[in-house]
């Protein structure tokens, strides 16, 4: 979603990556023109779902936390009681597509009855093809939650609570499809709107966010394909704005050439001009230019270096399988936040049919371990690296994940630096263990708030979780986290640590 610097970004939870993923977010690894990248093999669904089906489900949950408030002082414990009520289902036929998953959910606290509060959370995404192969009208929306405490939260929301807010989205629009002469050609025109439930409280780093913004997209792109051998050429454009302030227009044309079956060397170019803050434009060319190499099919990596945004700019990624349960993956971006959302790139590798959207403008990007908001324009730098281990009931999962954001028209940047160890092991195809410890850590430099001296923090989260179950329409889970988070004082937000446990039923129909 592109927003001003007063706007908030969409929460990193399931209902919004379920959204980016069933309309092909922007943030993707760059595709190979000549031979796709190997992906990682996901883990089968246990229960293999129709084409066309509506499951109704219902659970009941209760938890236990020693601090409810999520204060630094004067903790108090409460018990938490939640009744959820959902909806899981898809249609899928030759002119009409469409996925839904939604919950209806209540909670009531035995002492902090100012908490209680009834919510709603879940992703939808319909497409309506008008004529076959050419024209459809694309939909999708979210409702989510987050924490403005930017390293996470537990799944239960606090109405009160200073940092916890809702963000509901969605878009609509029609896309376009054609294939003259040598070129595939692709558009679409999107509108959009973001509402915003957040924090009340002045006392934070965060500036009031407006409730509600527009967004208003255009997007197009023409690719050669295989229609030139080995040469092929993307050109791609996009105009951008909001109700707020704003806009944003920007193109591109890339060059992809196979060099040999393995090697396919990139060239790009292409201007941005935008319009970040009513005061504070930024308009400059870019360029850049690397290559992908194949080794084989489970095996590859792919650089990119060059200028953009008046700055330094580097991309990449990589694939490698070690050996047959062992993978290796790394990834680095260079992007541009006008405030606290990442804008599209305008950066369009490929052009497919009605099937393969074009760049959206919902994205993902939030108040995460990989970012800091301070309702700022920055420039991003944002690199992982995860080890996979996958022996089929057992898996070992390491992240390592680094963003840099230097805040364009302040001396000021903030680095976080986080690590993941997630272990599972399915002990029976009806009982699943798993165990997690996250470590994450900020660094703020510069005159973000002036006078503010500690500018270190860090958070610490160690999970346990239980499934089991009971049979194929019912699942009891136990979790419980402990939790301690540190923010530096730039952020002017409470420490605090918190542990809380869970037990929840779940019935499907």
């Given amino acids: 979603m592109i927003i001003t610097s007063k706007f908030v970004r969409l929460a990193v939870s399931a209902s919004v990556v379920a959204l980016s993923a069933a309309s092909v ?22 229960d293999a779902l129709p084409a066309n089906f509506l499951r109704p489900r219902i659970g009941v949950q209760a938890a236990v936390t020693d601090n409810v408030a999520l204060t630094s002082a004067n903790e108090q414990s409460d018990v938490i009681g939640r009744v959820t009520a959902g909806l899981e289902g898809r249609y899928d036929s030759p002119r009409t597509k469409a996925n839904l998953s939604g919950d209806i959910v209540y ?12 919510t709603y959370r879940g992703v939808a995404d319909a497409a ?14 979210a409702r989510t939650q987050g924490s403005v405490t930017t390293f996470g939260s537990t799944d239960f929301f606090r109405s009160a609570n200073a940092t916890d807010y809702q963000v509901g989205t969605y ?24 509402f915003y439930d957040g924090p009340k409280s002045t006392s934070t780093a965060v500036p009031a966010l407006a409730p509600e913004t527009s967004i208003y997209q255009l997007i197009g792109a023409a690719d050669t394909g295989a229609n030139l051998g080995r040469v092929r050429f993307v050109a791609s454009a996009q105009y951008q704005k909001d109700d707020q302030t704003f806009e944003s227009t920007a193109g591109s044309v890339s060059g992809f050439y196979q060099v040999t079956p393995r090697f396919t060397g990139i060239v790009r170019a292409g201007y941005d001009d935008m319009t970040l803050t009513s005061l504070l434009d930024l308009s400059a060319p870019f360029w850049s230019v690397g290559g992908q190499y194949v080794f084989n099919d489970t095996a590859n990596i792919r650089l990119e270096g060059g200028r953009r945004y008046d700055a ?3 991309s990449g990624s990589a694939t490698l399988r070690v050996a047959r349960p062992v993978y290796l993956m790394a990834d680095y971006s260079n992007t541009l936040s006008p405030g606290p959302i990442q804008i599209n790139n305008v950066l369009v590798d490929y052009v497919g049919g009605l099937d393969k959207p074009l760049p959206i403008p919902v994205i993902p990007p939030a108040f995460g371990l990989n970012s800091n908001f301070f309702n700022l324009p920055s420039i991003n730098r944002t690199g992982s690296l995860r080890a996979l281990v996958d022996l089929g009931r057992q898996s070992l999962d390491y992240t390592l994940s680094s963003t840099q954001q230097r805040y364009v028209g302040v001396s000021a940047e903030s680095l976080t630096l986080s690590h993941s160890v997630t272990y599972a092991n399915l002990v029976r195809p009806d009982l699943e263990l798993s165990l997690r410890f996250l470590y994450a850590s900020e660094r703020l430099n510069g005159q973000i708030l002036p006078g503010v001296g ?12 239980i499934e089991y179950r009971l049979n194929s329409r019912t699942t009891a889970n136990l979790n419980y986290q402990n939790r301690h988070f540190r923010p530096a004082a730039a952020t002017l937000l409470q420490r605090y640590k918190e542990n809380i446990g869970t037990v929840s039923l779940v019935r499907t129909f």
């Fill in 25 to 46: 977010a922007v943030a993707q690894p760059l595709a190979n023109p000549v031979r796709p990248e190997p992906a990682v093999k996901a883990a089968a669904p246990r």
């Fill in 454 to 465: 500690d500018r270190e923090g860090n958070y610490y989260l160690t999970e346990g979780k």
């Fill in 107 to 118: 909670d009531a606290y035995s002492k902090s009855k100012k908490y209680d509060s009834l």
């Fill in 312 to 314: 330094a700019y580097w």
């Fill in 171 to 194: 878009y609509v629009g029609p896309h376009l499809t054609l294939s003259p002469g040598i070129f595939d050609l692709s558009a679409a025109a999107r509108y959009g709107q973001v």
């Fill in 128 to 141: 309506f093809v008008v004529v076959p192969d050419i024209l459809a009208i694309e939909a999708a929306g």
